[in-house]
């Protein structure tokens, strides 16, 4: 019952005129940003990072509006899947396996409704789950200590390229590089300057923000002026949508696979460094050996659009659990969030359900809001999201580097971090070229000094004795699933990458 009351709070702050209209803006945009081809959640958060704080928003509303986008670019990345036969982002790209095969087939529009229900279904039960499962982490989280954070840490940046990382070497390099980056600033306990050069602006260290949106908005704009292919992809949009609502009869073939996939794609997302692309593919694969039966999967079978929508969204969810309850992002979207809330002085992790329950009720309460607003957005206005996929990138990326200039000038005031968020975009872009993946830099550098300061404390305690880092039972189980965690996508990660992408190419081919 007191969960109950808590969500009544929640909703209480969730529905004032504010949070409701940042829902709905952050909603709009979240489905344009993720609609667009290249961008993704991930980055569509790192964008308007700039706009929340610019706005002098608390942290309430500012988590709101990020995770409304967050939560709508997991829906729009479905429509170029979809329309297109290009994932809006990586999540995305099962969905193309059977969404383009109907939309040739004069069903685009029912499977944008198909998949805008499904991703409902995925999110709604997922958020439920956020409920019920966080609060029982921060049962367990309290019994941790300096060791078993140091231990719970080192999890996440072994676990982090996940089963789906095709080279672990590069997500080891881009942890180490993200913790050396959150070295530089003056020393907490000796007080001595760290790879400062003296300079003085770098005392504090780095700004998380300005690191996020170098590395993830100002690099998309890098690669776009490298690539310069802005209008070959505006005139593909010539499928017709057609009739929006999809016949009941389909409704209810699909309504097992969406719960299925929910589940599945639930417990992808709370499992550090998962994230939505595995919840996405494990739903498809699961789903095909299931009920194809007829092997109608990648001709245009409803279900194969219903599972891989239903299992991304339900991840995204899942993703928030060790966020808010560990301190411990589950996917790269929510290290931007948990850089967002670290910025604001807040600290996810145990004591926020005690110390901030209302930023964490007034959020999950606006998730619910969110959803709701996503399902009813998503139909009706479909045509309009459709035609967002013609605006050419010549005009999108000047406004998303206007957006980062001004944003973060804004916020600290500082021409020097303009400059370093240039440097963040030009290393983002050439790690990009190199395939090295962004989000354990920014991990490393999110977490790095309290994984330090941790290691510090723990080592003081014992007196010197290194022993103690593996001296408990909980600290133990840590290591091993982050031993196992590190080693696991060695050995099947390739051939689950291989796989989810030879499926997009075979079944892709079929379509075409």
């Known amino acids: 019952m007191e969960t109950f009351a808590s969500l009544a709070d929640g909703f209480a702050i969730a529905l004032t005129w504010q949070n409701l209209l940042l829902a709905l803006l952050g909603c709009f945009l979240g489905t344009i940003m993720g609609a667009l081809p290249g961008l993704g959640p991930s980055n569509g958060v790192a964008i308007l990072i700039p706009l929340a704080f610019t706005l002098g928003l608390g942290a309430t509303p500012s988590l709101i509006l990020l995770t409304s986008v967050y939560y709508g670019a997991m829906y729009g990345g479905r429509i170029s899947s979809i329309l297109l036969n290009i994932p809006g982002d990586e999540p995305a790209m099962m969905t193309c396996?059977?969404?383009?095969?109907?939309?040739?087939?004069?069903?685009?529009?029912q499977a944008l409704s198909l998949s805008g229900i499904a991703s409902f279904v995925g999110a709604f039960f997922a958020t439920w789950g956020l409920i019920f499962l966080a609060p029982q982490l921060v049962k367990i989280a309290l019994l941790f200590g300096p060791a078993e954070y140091f231990a719970l840490f080192a999890l996440a940046f072994m676990t982090l390229g996940g089963v789906s990382s095709t080279n672990q070497a590069k997500s080891a390099f881009a942890a180490a590089l993200g913790l050396g980056l959150a070295m530089i600033g003056v020393d907490t306990q000796t007080g001595v300057p760290r790879f400062t050069f003296g300079e003085v602006h770098l005392y504090d260290g780095l700004d998380f923000l300005v690191a996020i949106v170098g590395l993830f908005a100002l690099s998309e704009v890098f690669i776009f002026l490298e690539k310069r292919h802005g209008e070959a992809d505006a005139d593909k949009t010539k499928v017709k949508v057609?009739?929006?609502?999809?016949?009941?009869?389909m409704l209810k073939e699909t309504a097992p696979t969406m719960l299925r996939s929910t589940g599945l794609g639930f417990l992808a997302g709370v499992l550090p460094g998962a994230g939505a692309s595995l919840g996405s593919f494990i739903s498809y694969s699961m789903e095909k050996r299931l009920v194809d039966k007829d092997k109608t999967f990648g001709t245009g079978d409803p279900r194969g659009v219903a599972a891989p929508e239903a299992g991304n969204n339900a991840a995204a969810g899942g993703a928030l659990v060790p966020m808010l309850a560990l301190g411990v992002p589950g996917s790269g979207t929510t290290a931007v969030l948990l850089a967002v809330l670290l910025s604001l002085n807040i600290t996810p992790g145990p004591l926020l359900f005690s110390q901030n329950p209302d930023v964490v009720w007034g959020l999950i309460a606006a998730l619910f809001i969110a959803n709701f607003m996503l399902l009813a957005m998503n139909i009706p206005m479909v045509g309009l999201?459709?035609?967002?996929?013609?605006?050419?990138?010549?005009?999108?990326?000047?406004?998303?580097?206007?957006?980062?200039?001004?944003?973060?000038?804004?916020?600290?005031?500082?021409?020097?971090?303009?400059?370093?968020?240039?440097?963040?975009?030009i290393m983002g872009w050439v790690l990009r070229k190199l395939d090295v993946p962004l989000v354990p830099i920014i991990l490393g550098t999110l977490l790095g000094n309290t994984m330090e300061n941790n290691l510090r404390r723990a080592i003081t305690i014992s007196n010197g004795d290194w022993m103690t880092l593996i001296d408990s039972p909980l600290s133990i189980v840590l290591w091993i699933i982050a031993?196992?965690?590190?080693?696991?996508?060695?050995i099947i990660g390739r051939k689950v990458k291989a796989q989810m992408h030879a499926k997009r190419d075979e079944e892709g081919a079929i379509s075409d």
């Open 385 to 425: 999201f459709t035609r967002v996929l013609m605006v050419p990138p010549r005009i999108l990326m000047p406004v998303v580097a206007m957006v980062s200039f001004v944003g973060i000038y804004g916020i600290s005031g500082s021409s020097f971090d303009l400059l370093v968020m240039v440097g963040f975009g």
């Open 483 to 490: 031993i196992i965690g590190f080693i696991l996508p060695l």
């Open 97 to 109: 396996l059977d969404g383009y095969p109907m939309a040739q087939k004069g069903m685009a529009g």
């Open 242 to 249: 057609g009739r929006l609502t999809p016949p009941l009869s």
